[in-house]
């Protein structure tokens, strides 16, 4: 063979080989959770990575569909929650999370625990495999919505192992329902659900967070989905908030329909963290980053954020509409590249045993062993934006 055909040749394997590093999905292994180390975001140092007498153990695969446990459940809007079913529900949520309160700080699966995982994935402290200084990040990216999903299922499953009760389901706040429907021979949940959930507003209860935004204590102050950023303190009620909130919505989930609009960009080993806000698909820049502010608070800070119970209310939620969107059809799919299906996570479920999971095993909450109640998604689906009512696209913020 010729020199330059030589040449030509090992060029291409250099290239083939690199393309293959450089599009490989992100992988937590036991490697990442051994290098954890403090994290930074935006100038605040963080100390969470996972207590080292928790992760020296197996990992095990986690398959949904093989790994389940109990019946199916139904996940239920909390407005639509009454009489015995509500009272049942209620002390049920307060025992399990005064349960998760009692143990040991240092323990993954307390209250402080699940705060630090969710810290340490968001802050940059754990570093992808076989870089210098490459950190993960599970938000402003396309990993946003498969990784919550999970984080919320496992903080689900850990609520049941504490109340020795695999019927336990986590209901959803609806924040996103702003009209009333019509209910009449249909099953499902037809009231508005934008006011702050009752059951984490009692202060002698284990679901109260003292360290809220006044707004959440402002009777029949509806939740805003249109903040920008800390610094709007507007107080929106509904004449104004409602055709706002809508607007939102339908922009949100109906604007456009190509995954990465919906999920955010690309995020692959080799690639730098991304920290820029715009790098969110539209659900995670609004609505969720909005009701985080508007709750305010520690609940407005990445790194505290599931420090208040409400966190895993709001979020079941927002795994809802990412089922909705799915459901939307006219083109709409989640990523089918092996970048986004491939990559795996650890999690630590009832047991404190760190469990893998795939994106690929997380996409239809059916085969996690639970669906979602039926709301008034129409309130916002059939939404008539001909009069824009809202300052920005989703899309486009002005701010952050």
């Given at each position: 063979?010729?020199?330059?055909?030589?040449?030509?040749l090992s060029l291409l394997v250099m290239c083939t080989s690199w393309a293959t590093v450089q599009s490989a999905p992100i992988r937590i292994t036991q490697t990442t959770l051994d290098t954890c180390h403090?994290?930074?975001?935006?100038?605040?140092?963080?100390?969470?990575?996972?207590?080292?007498?928790?992760?020296?153990?197996?990992?095990?695969?986690?398959i949904p569909r093989r790994d389940i446990i109990g019946p199916h459940r139904v996940r239920k809007a909390l407005q639509c929650l009454s009489g015995e079913e509500f009272r049942i529900y209620s002390e049920k949520l307060w025992r399990a999370y005064e349960l998760m309160y009692a143990l040991p700080l240092e323990d993954p699966r307390?209250?402080?625990?699940?705060?630090?995982?969710?810290?340490?994935?968001?802050?940059?402290?754990?570093?992808?495999?076989?870089?210098?200084?490459?950190?993960?990040?599970?938000?402003?990216?396309?990993?946003?919505?498969?990784w919550h999903r999970m984080f919320i299922y496992f903080h689900e499953r850990i609520l049941q192992s504490l109340l020795n009760d695999t019927t336990f389901t986590l209901h959803f706040?609806?924040?996103?329902?702003?009209?009333?429907?019509?209910?009449?021979?249909?099953?499902?949940?037809?009231?508005?659900?934008?006011?702050?959930?009752?059951?984490?507003?009692?202060?002698?209860?284990?679901?109260?967070?003292?360290?809220?935004?006044?707004?959440?204590?402002?009777a029949n102050l509806p939740v805003d989905l249109t903040v920008l950023n800390g610094s709007d303190i507007t107080l929106r009620f509904s004449s104004v908030a409602v055709p706002r909130n809508r607007e939102l919505m339908y922009r949100t989930m109906q604007a456009g329909n190509s995954s990465l609009y919906f999920h955010g960009v690309e995020f692959k080993y080799g690639d730098p963290q991304n920290i820029d806000i715009n790098g969110g698909g539209s659900l995670e820049?609004?609505?969720?980053?909005?009701?985080?502010?508007?709750?305010?608070?520690?609940?407005?800070?990445?790194?505290?954020?599931?420090?208040?119970?409400?966190?895993?209310?709001?979020?079941?939620?927002?795994?809802?509409?990412?089922?909705?969107?799915?459901?939307?059809?006219?083109?709409?799919?989640?990523?089918?590249?092996?970048?986004?299906?491939?990559?795996?996570?650890?999690?630590?479920?009832?047991?404190?045993?760190?469990?893998?999971?795939?994106?690929?095993?997380?996409?239809?909450?059916?085969?996690?062993?639970?669906?979602?109640?039926?709301?008034?998604?129409?309130?916002?689906?059939?939404?008539?934006?001909?009069?824009?009512?809202?300052?920005?696209?989703?899309?486009?913020?002005?701010?952050?």
């Open positions: 063979m010729k020199s330059k055909e030589l040449l030509l403090p994290g930074n975001f935006f100038g605040e140092i963080t100390q969470c990575c996972p207590p080292a007498s928790y992760i020296k153990g197996p990992i095990v695969d986690f307390s209250f402080y625990g699940q705060n630090a995982l969710h810290c340490a994935y968001g802050s940059g402290a754990f570093i992808q495999d076989g870089t210098a200084n490459l950190t993960i990040d599970i938000h402003f990216n396309w990993y946003f919505a498969p706040w609806n924040f996103d329902n702003n009209v009333d429907g019509e209910s009449y021979g249909k099953d499902g949940c037809y009231r508005k659900g934008y006011l702050f959930p009752e059951l984490y507003s009692d202060p002698s209860k284990s679901t109260f967070h003292a360290n809220r935004s006044e707004r959440t204590f402002i820049f609004l609505p969720h980053n909005s009701v985080h502010r508007w709750i305010g608070g520690s609940t407005a800070s990445t790194t505290h954020a599931p420090e208040d119970p409400v966190f895993y209310a709001f979020h079941s939620n927002l795994e809802r509409l990412w089922d909705v969107w799915q459901k939307l059809g006219n083109g709409r799919t989640d990523p089918s590249t092996p970048d986004w299906l491939d990559a795996e996570y650890l999690f630590f479920d009832e047991n404190a045993v760190v469990r893998r999971v795939k994106v690929r095993d997380s996409l239809t909450t059916e085969d996690f062993g639970y669906s979602y109640e039926k709301v008034f998604d129409e309130s916002w689906i059939f939404f008539d934006n001909s009069t824009s009512t809202t300052p920005t696209s989703p899309a486009s913020p002005t701010n952050t």
